[in-house]
């Protein structure tokens, strides 16, 4: 069974705080983790991606993937309200079968 | 660069009607996926098509059938309408098949609500 399992929050942080969002997974057949982020009414727009474990940083974004405890996370450095949003947790399987998870609702409060 | 587009936006059915949803990947795309997003849910894998072949599919019935088109257009349609199809319909299109490092990218989805 390919599960990937995400706190639905809501979380709540201030402007200017680190949000962190994780997820883990059940199948360790999971090859790459990707982080989407979804406004309301609107598609999930592609955050980052992770194949390896350890951290990958992009400006405010940090995601670190730990394949061994099986889980991956995302951190949002000086979050903004403009990060406001669904942020939805994939992992990816052979031949780009993705599974989801339900996503995690992130408020960042001026 | 074009990216993935959908149509319609929104489309209301009512029960037991059939629906046709059409994307058009992004440029440079070959492999498109359909996934389906009830309010509140992540979205659901329904199948992926590459070379013109459903290549994968997820957990959904027969009435959910798909056809990809030459030029990598694809479309999803829909039988037999049901209440619970009601939701968001998301296609997205990554390049190549056989790896698990493409991303797939979302066209902005269409929105079908089924009375």
């Known amino acids: 069974q390919k599960e990937v399992e995400q706190n639905s929050g809501p979380l709540s942080v201030p402007e200017g705080a680190i949000a962190s969002l994780n997820c883990t997974y059940s199948?360790?057949?999971?090859?790459?983790f990707f982080w989407y982020r979804q406004y309301s009414g609107k598609s999930p727009e592609l955050i980052m991606s992770?194949?390896?474990?350890g951290d990958k940083e992009d400006g405010r974004f940090t995601a670190q993937l730990n394949k061994a405890s099986q889980y991956v996370s995302l951190l949002i450095r000086d979050s903004q309200p403009s990060d406001s949003a669904t942020y939805l947790c994939?992992?990816?399987?052979?031949?780009?079968?993705?599974?989801f998870g339900a996503g995690t609702r992130l408020t960042v409060k001026p | 660069d074009a990216g993935v587009t959908q149509s319609p936006t929104h489309l209301i059915k009512t029960r037991g009607q059939q629906v046709t949803l059409r994307c058009s990947p992004k440029s440079g795309h070959d492999t498109v996926s359909w996934y389906q997003q009830a309010l509140g849910q992540g979205p659901q894998f329904i199948f992926q098509y590459y070379e013109e072949e459903e290549r994968q599919r997820g957990n959904f019935p027969d009435r959910f059938s798909g056809h990809q088109f030459p030029n990598y257009s694809s479309e999803l349609n829909v039988n037999a309408l049901l209440l619970g199809d009601s939701a968001l319909y998301l296609c997205?299109?990554?390049f190549g098949l056989g790896g698990a490092t493409d991303t797939q990218y979302f066209g902005p989805g269409t929105r079908l609500t089924v009375l």
């Open positions: 199948d360790r057949g999971s090859q790459s």
């Open positions: 997205a299109s990554s």
């Open positions: 992770i194949y390896s474990n």
């Open positions: 994939a992992g990816g399987y052979n031949n780009n079968d993705m599974r």
